[in-house]
């Protein structure tokens, strides 16, 4: 079997495309790969890493300067002309689209060559791309329902989940003493985002320093943009900060909370795990899009969301005492994240895109 991924611009994108890519290599024996990417964001050094063939184009996002923008629709053609080179030699059964603007250009030039395609679309709010290219989708798998009204298309709609969260179950649970956490206390793990949130680190400092008294440990993971400046505080004893945390969803398997932000990967790792948390959406995203991700889990009761306006210490404070003593808060919270069954997200889009090409 030969498949064509396309993604790119953020690990956000990147990350489930790769999801995607396992599952089928555990599914296919003799499949073949080809990843188009752009020629100057991360997934041009991601993927080649990976083993996996790779194809750029030079593409850029619309940004509302008139003269780039028309540029960019020259650029555009050119993509789809190049791509539709690239099918013609590599003849894929189908092309599957997993977010970013460069999957435009490569899911309507297959769409042109009557080849079968698939999109993804992790938020609940659409991004651009995929609202532009859902009407050249056979199939479109979702992991918010929300996402359904946003989209205008003829082709299958099917609730897939995050692929990711496969990823986060098979990740060893880390030693929580081997990083300096003690074994008979309960562990709350913060995330503020891969790069990390100024906005939100500075409202979280107070807090972690007002803890001394508490019979919890923090982790307290600032993103490498922001650890610097964040150590120039000093904390409760039982806190301790990271930059980076490599293979967090092992360190979440040992945490008794999680308090995050909203993106779609994050999401689906809490969910595969079943941890009870507390979500708090950035506000400077595209769409707002976090805050609807988080929502539509809030009314499920699988998680607590908390909006960043809202946060005070004495808030964060009375929020993580409630979730750590109440039992039946925790239970009913992960019944819910169970019902969900998202498990098996990488596997439900393998099915879905082998009856499409069978």
Not at 125 to 134: E, F, Q, T, V
């Amino acid at each position: 079997m030969r498949i064509v991924v396309t993604a790119g611009g953020t690990m956000g994108h990147i990350n489930p495309a790769l999801a995607i890519i396992e599952e089928f290599k555990k599914k296919e024996k003799d499949l073949e790969v080809l990843y188009i990417g752009t020629h100057n964001r991360m997934e041009k050094d991601v993927i080649p890493k990976k083993n996996i063939r790779y194809e750029s184009i030079e593409i850029y996002g619309f940004t509302k300067n008139i003269l780039n923008d028309f540029k960019d629709l020259v650029l555009i053609s050119k993509a789809i002309k190049k791509c539709k080179e690239i099918f013609k030699e590599f003849r894929p059964d189908v092309v599957i689209g997993v977010g970013g603007y460069v999957t435009y250009p490569v899911i309507k030039a297959a769409h042109q060559m009557h080849i079968k395609t698939f999109i993804h679309e992790q938020n609940s709010i659409p991004g651009k791309a995929n609202k532009m290219i859902a009407k050249y989708a056979d199939v479109i798998g979702l992991t918010f329902l929300e996402s359904k009204k946003h989209l205008k298309t003829k082709g299958k709609i099917v609730y897939t989940g995050h692929p990711c969260g496969a990823w986060a179950l098979n990740i060893p649970k880390k030693d929580k003493e081997s990083l300096g956490f003690t074994k008979g206390k309960k562990l709350v793990t913060i995330v503020a985002g891969s790069l990390g949130s100024g906005s939100l680190n500075q409202k979280m400092k107070e807090y972690l320093q007002s803890i001394g008294k508490k019979n919890y440990e923090i982790c307290y993971i600032t993103g490498k943009a922001h650890y610097e400046d964040f150590t120039k505080e000093s904390y409760a004893p039982n806190v301790k900060v990271f930059p980076y945390m490599e293979d967090l969803p092992g360190l979440l398997k040992t945490s008794d909370l999680v308090i995050s932000r909203a993106g779609a990967g994050s999401l689906s790792e809490i969910l595969a795990l079943e941890i009870p948390s507390i979500i708090i959406p950035s506000p400077n995203v595209a769409n707002n899009h976090q805050y609807f991700n988080a929502k539509e889990l809030a009314d499920k009761n699988c998680i607590c969301l908390l909006e960043e306006k809202e946060i005070t210490t004495e808030k964060i404070l009375t929020l993580v005492d409630q979730m750590l003593s109440d039992t039946a808060k925790r239970l009913r919270m992960i019944h819910a994240m169970h019902s969900l069954d998202t498990k098996n997200s990488a596997e439900v889009i393998y099915n879905e895109i082998k009856e499409l090409v069978s």
